[in-house]
Antibody
Framework: QLQLQESGPGLLKPSETLSLTCTVS??????????WSWIRQPPGKGLEWIATIYFSGTTYYKPSLKSRVTISVDTSKEQFSLNLSSVTAADTAVYYC????????????????WGQGTLVTVSS | QSALTQPPSASGSPGQSVTISCTGTSSDVGGYNYVSWYQQHPGKAPKLMIY???KRPSGVPDRFSGSKSGSTASLTVSGLQAEDEADYYC?????????FGAGTKVTVL
């Protein structure tokens, strides 16, 4: 059974860089069928896709966040990571990592497995 | 402001049906058959309930069904049960973006 586990600091100050890691277990991050994503949810609000990466390093970013976001993958550790720079209070959210099925071809273009989420608070 | 429009709430008695709408544009819901629905209980991660408009993942009860007409997708929960009380979010591919609705809180009366 696939499991995803987020880890990283829970409290940041404004202007700092958010860094989170997602550890994948129960399946290989190098599987050709899957992509790996970050999604966030501000307290009491809806979901927002942030970025997606393929094990080869191909990346996709939400246009409105692209200037501040970097997603990377470490296949040797079965991990992928998120960096979000210059954070503000608006970046306070639960951050989820998720497995994404490809869009196009035989892919279903959906997020089928999610981690439990980690709350990141930005406050001075 | 979310890209997809959902009603904030919906409700029904046990055994009844409830339908949630998700309205987008021709750039997202109307342009792709990649609408998904997620169920989220308080303090928990979202769970995939419907993908590609109307397909159910293994293990999701057939009480959950999805459809789409034009730029509006819908999720219907038939035979409501107490455990169906949760927030439900729709999502869609939108070109080089991926968008969600603001969520609908379903209450089982």
């Amino acid at each position: 059974q696939l499991q995803l586990q987020e880890s990283g600091p829970g409290l940041l100050k404004p202007s700092e860089t958010l860094s989170l890691t997602c550890t994948v277990s129960g399946d290989s991050i190098r599987s050709s069928s899957y992509y790996w994503s970050w999604i966030r949810q501000p307290p009491g609000k809806g979901l927002e896709w942030i970025a997606t990466i393929y094990f080869s390093g191909t990346t996709y970013y939400k246009p409105s966040l692209k200037s501040r976001v970097t997603i990377s993958v470490d296949t040797s550790k079965e991990q992928f990571s998120l960096n979000l720079s210059s954070v503000t209070a608006a970046d306070t959210a639960v951050y989820y990592c998720a497995r994404h099925l490809a869009c196009g071809g035989s892919g279903s273009c959906t997020f089928d497995y999610w981690g439990q989420g980690t709350l990141v608070t930005v406050s001075s | 402001q979310s890209a997809l429009t959902q009603p904030p709430s919906a409700s029904g008695s046990p055994g009844q049906s409830v339908t949630i709408s998700c309205t987008g544009t021709s750039s997202d819901v109307g342009g792709y058959n990649y609408v998904s629905w997620y169920q989220q209980h308080p303090g928990k991660a979202p769970k995939l309930m419907i993908y590609e408009v109307a397909k159910r993942p293994s293990g999701v009860p057939d009480r959950f069904s999805g459809s789409k007409s034009g730029s509006t997708a819908s999720l219907t929960v038939s035979g409501l049960q107490a455990e169906d009380e949760a927030d439900y979010y729709c999502s869609s591919l939108a070109g080089n973006d991926y968008v969600f609705g603001a969520g609908t809180k379903v209450t089982v009366l």
